[in-house]
């Protein structure tokens, strides 16, 4: 059974490793930074003339995370096809590298809790990016049901983690079933589709097969600073399964069910990479 109260053991940073941290941490903010500034200028004149629909934007996203992976030293392939299709994508949740790692592959635009958009620096990113903010208050659930129909109509492939809360990378938790009703809209049910996606992370040599985890209490300025701090890193494989049709099921709960079948049958946990 797994207590999320229970963190890993980790080694204390040595001299060497914050000099690790200081290299590391000064290209990748100069790279996040420097991309967000460039994606805000080209977004004012995107907007006026494309509206939802941002042909330039989103690779600026996908170019700043591929060579966020170089930066880290962290190894990054796939596995499988990103699908074509309108519609969304769902994904287990194992650390704040997801966000790198998904967009580093294909254009997608991520579900957030609203809380989310106040929070320094990533706040700021995720609203630039397009994130869909999700407010928990049953009164709002009309208003975002619209803002989930305009966007998937407009072609924007959003990403959710159904879990609801991300883990320790060596498991997949049940898959909550609420926003998943969005899809059942009859303007969206016969249109879209959803592809289960599974990201796998291996440690690097020697280290716990939880190192690259982040959940719970865990705080976020400690655990970045033990990922660059490494002196050899792991590698995160992402899978992308089958996409499937939303109107081949019967509800909600029949078609959260498969996906998340698909994405945990797609979990290697194959301790450290070495």
Same mark, same amino acid.
């Given at each position: 059974? +797994?207590?999320?109260?229970?963190? !890993?053991?980790?080694?204390?940073?040595?001299?060497?490793? +914050?000099?690790?941290?200081?290299?590391?941490?000064?290209?990748?903010?100069?790279?996040?930074?420097?991309?967000? #500034?460039?994606?805000?200028?080209?977004?004012?004149?995107?907007?006026?003339?494309?509206?939802?629909?941002?042909?330039?934007?989103?690779?600026?996203?996908?170019?700043?995370?591929?060579?966020?992976?170089?930066?880290?030293?962290?190894?990054?392939?796939?596995?499988?096809?990103?699908?074509?299709?309108?519609?969304?994508?769902?994904?287990?949740?194992?650390?704040?590298?997801?966000? *790198?790692?998904?967009?580093?592959?294909?254009?997608?635009?991520?579900?957030?809790?609203?809380?989310?958009?106040?929070?320094?620096?990533?706040?700021?990113?995720?609203?630039?990016?397009?994130?869909?903010?999700?407010?928990?208050?049953?009164?709002?659930?009309?208003?975002?049901?619209?803002?989930?129909?305009?966007?998937?109509? #407009?072609?924007?492939?959003?990403?959710?983690?159904?879990?609801?809360?991300?883990?320790?990378?060596?498991?997949?938790?049940?898959?909550?079933?609420?926003?998943?009703?969005?899809?059942?809209?009859?303007?969206?049910?016969?249109?879209?589709?959803?592809?289960?996606?599974?990201?796998?992370?291996?440690?690097?040599?020697?280290?716990? #097969?939880?190192?690259?985890?982040? +959940?719970?209490?865990?705080?976020?300025?400690?655990?970045?600073?033990?990922?660059?701090?490494?002196?050899?890193?792991?590698?995160?494989?992402?899978?992308?399964? !089958?996409?499937?049709?939303?109107? #081949? *099921?019967?509800?909600?709960?029949?078609?959260?069910?498969?996906?998340?079948?698909?994405?945990?049958?797609?979990?290697?946990?194959?301790?450290? *990479?070495?």
């Amino acid at each position: 059974m +797994w207590n999320p109260q229970v963190e !890993p053991p980790h080694r204390p940073i040595t001299v060497i490793g +914050w000099g690790r941290v200081a290299l590391r941490g000064g290209v990748l903010a100069t790279l996040t930074f420097g991309g967000l #500034a460039v994606l805000l200028v080209v977004r004012l004149f995107e907007r006026p003339v494309y509206g939802l629909h941002r042909p330039v934007t989103p690779y600026i996203t996908l170019a700043v995370c591929r060579c966020a992976f170089v930066v880290l030293g962290i190894g990054f392939s796939t596995r499988g096809t990103p699908m074509a299709h309108r519609g969304g994508v769902v994904a287990n949740h194992s650390s704040w590298l997801d966000i *790198f790692a998904l967009n580093a592959r294909k254009r997608v635009y991520f579900v957030s809790k609203s809380e989310v958009r106040r929070w320094p620096a990533i706040g700021w990113l995720a609203r630039a990016t397009g994130t869909v903010f999700i407010d928990r208050n049953p009164r709002d659930a009309k208003k975002q049901q619209l803002i989930f129909e305009s966007r998937l109509l #407009a072609g924007h492939k959003l990403l959710f983690f159904p879990e609801g809360t991300s883990t320790d990378g060596l498991r997949v938790l049940p898959f909550k079933t609420p926003l998943f009703q969005a899809f059942f809209d009859k303007d969206l049910r016969h249109e879209m589709h959803i592809q289960p996606v599974t990201l796998n992370y291996l440690a690097p040599s020697g280290e716990d #097969a939880r190192f690259y985890g982040w +959940w719970g209490d865990m705080d976020f300025a400690p655990h970045l600073l033990l990922i660059m701090a490494a002196p050899r890193q792991g590698r995160v494989e992402i899978v992308y399964h !089958p996409p499937v049709k939303v109107d #081949a *099921f019967k509800d909600r709960k029949s078609l959260a069910a498969h996906l998340e079948s698909q994405v945990r049958s797609g979990l290697e946990v194959r301790g450290s *990479f070495s």
